[in-house]
């Protein structure tokens, strides 16, 4: 996704945390010059983030996922992606041959 696009969604998904839905543009002007202390990457990867996993959080908890995600970067670590409630389990294992004879036996 081209980044003015993921700002417009970003924005917009900011947006419906606030009561009466708008945002000042003195705001949004604010976070994008804090927002370009970090690399570019680490920006798009933490708007990214923010809109698929934390998107009733305001616009400063991006903030925190972008100072996260540079000081893995700095540090030649690989950022931890949020978990997947759905595959956090162990899967379980079946023999369908055996299965299946039992079944056709009864």
């Known amino acids: 996704m081209e980044m003015e696009e993921l700002k417009k969604k970003y924005w917009n998904l900011v947006r419906q945390t606030r009561k009466s839905g708008r945002i000042s543009p003195s705001v949004i002007k604010k976070a994008q010059a804090q927002w370009e202390k970090f690399d ?3 920006v798009k990867q933490a708007l990214e983030i923010h809109i698929q996993h934390y998107p009733s959080y305001p616009e400063r908890y991006t903030l925190g996922i972008m100072r996260n995600l540079q ?5 030649g670590m690989e950022a931890a992606r949020p978990k997947n409630g759905f595959n956090n389990f162990e899967q379980n294992h079946y023999d369908f041959d055996q299965l ?7």
């Open 40 to 42: 570019p990457s680490v």
């Open 71 to 75: 000081r893995c970067k700095d540090n």
């Open 100 to 106: 299946e004879k039992e079944l056709l036996a009864n």
